[in-house]
């Protein structure tokens, strides 16, 4: 995820640098002079938020930045992350019209994050609480879905609790994007920026099913949201899995950006090591990129179909080749190879399609390597769910994200609702808390 289409990088990336260099405000001004302010404009409707975006633009190019920002955050409270990290290039930047004359789209991502960083620099919280209802709702999930509702609830004058397990609340906004995308500590300074509108007590280290149960949430609480993520990781299923150096990408993407100690599975950093990642998602991408920014010295990506049927954007392949990783598709991993109980190799199967299957050739290729991160998918953890109807491995919810217990609502990765982004669960996060307010009313 990039929200960077038409902007040029550098070559090279590294774990403290921004992947893009943000506007200027006269490159801000320059740019918001390309909208056309379309009426019933396309670009709104590709949004997950339904941002206003010719609203926001015209008010850029009009010098009122500081309610340009509150037009977006009123709308997508994580604005500023999703400026960042937000596929554009597929959503609202690809429906924009400019494309079809000048095959360029306006920069609305940049755009955003303008207006959402003239904001934050200020200091300045645009939004205020209605009156206090007495009622107190527990969230479940301090990443994007959770903290969305939190903050719509909160200014609805409900008081809210969000329960995270964690060391940190931000989900996979601090844990899971590429450090490059994420600079300068931007995912807790949004976290404070949404707890400073008041009304939103997070008490961090507060696992569903461990520390606390659903039952105790729905007696102590007028309602819950559930805003879990998908902590389970998909496992590769083949041997020689278990041996060092064999790491879910997800958990080495957190550890760099936490600045903590490798994954105990690594067995070490990565400098100086030649590293396969498995997979062709965004997280994919993420983990590749991240490891040559950790100084691996070689780093290739495998996917079992081509680039076509990748989840990563077109962008994010043409981001990781600039950077120097090595996309190979049409390979499924058949075997983790190993040295002494570490990783020395793997063996990948060439795949092909027939008759509308995805079949394996019985052709093989070994690439050394030390280094194997798993970038498969990652699945719901059904601890602490005691009672909720699940469908197809996530929480079933009805169109006002109601799940099967009176009182409990659910959104964000743990249901499927549409992809899989930072932007989808804030929008699922707001529906629910506006879902909750009638509930609470009723």
């Not at 400019?98 to 789209?105: D, F, H, I, L, T």
């Not at 899995?241 to 490798?262: H, K, N, S, W, Y």
């Not at 067995?267 to 590749?288: E, Y």
């Not at 409990?408 to 743990?414: E, L, P």
Request: glycine share 12%.
């Amino acid at each position: 995820m990039s929200g960077v289409n038409g902007a040029a990088h550098s070559n090279q990336l590294s774990l403290e640098r921004d992947l893009v260099s943000p506007f200027t405000a006269l490159q801000a001004m320059a740019e918001s002079s390309r909208c056309l302010y379309c009426y019933e404009a396309a670009c709104v409707t590709a949004c997950p938020t339904a941002i206003d975006i010719p609203g926001f633009i015209r008010k850029i190019g009009t010098g009122n930045v500081k309610g340009a920002a509150r037009t977006i955050l009123d709308a997508n409270i994580m604005g500023g992350t999703c400026a960042r990290a937000c596929p554009t290039e597929v959503l609202c930047e690809q429906a924009c019209v400019r494309n079809k004359a000048e095959a360029e789209p306006v920069l609305i991502g940049r755009l955003q994050r303008y207006a959402t960083d003239v904001l934050f620099k200020a200091g300045v919280q645009p939004f205020t609480r209605q009156a206090p209802t007495g009622k107190h709702v527990a969230v479940v999930g301090g990443g994007p879905a959770g903290l969305a509702c939190a903050h719509r609830l909160a200014l609805l004058g409900h008081e809210v609790t969000v329960f995270e397990a964690r060391a940190k609340a931000g989900g996979l906004n601090e844990y899971g994007l590429a450090a490059y995308k994420m600079v300068d500590d931007f995912a807790q300074r949004e976290v404070d920026f949404i707890l400073s509108l008041g009304g939103i007590t997070v008490k961090t280290g507060m696992a569903l099913g461990r520390d606390v149960t659903l039952a105790q949430l729905r007696q102590d609480h007028d309602a819950v949201f559930l805003g879990l993520g998908l902590a389970g990781i998909n496992t590769l299923g083949v041997a020689g899995e278990d041996l060092a150096g064999v790491a879910d990408a997800v958990d080495v993407i957190a550890a760099l950006r936490q600045r903590a100690a490798p994954p105990v599975a690594l067995a070490g950093p990565l400098a100086g090591r030649r590293v396969v990642v498995i997979g062709g998602g965004n997280t994919a991408v993420d983990a590749a990129i991240q490891s040559l920014c950790a100084g691996a010295a070689e780093v290739t990506m495998a996917y079992r179909r081509g680039t076509a049927e990748m989840g990563a954007t077109g962008h994010e392949q043409d981001l990781a080749r600039t950077q120097g990783v090595v996309l190979r598709t049409w390979l499924a991993p058949r075997e983790i190879l190993g040295t002494g109980g570490a990783v020395s190799g793997i063996v990948l199967e060439h795949m092909a399609m027939n008759a509308g299957r995805l079949v394996g050739t019985g052709e093989t290729v070994t690439v050394p390597c030390d280094v194997v991160l798993k970038a498969v998918g990652q699945k719901l953890t059904p601890g602490g769910l005691d009672g909720l109807a699940l469908a197809g491995g996530r929480i079933q919810v009805d169109e006002t994200l109601a799940t099967s217990l009176p009182g409990v609502y659910a959104g964000g990765d743990c249901i499927k609702s549409g992809e899989d982004l930072t932007v989808q669960s804030v929008a699922d996060g707001k529906a629910a808390a506006f879902a909750i307010d009638a509930y609470l009313k009723a």
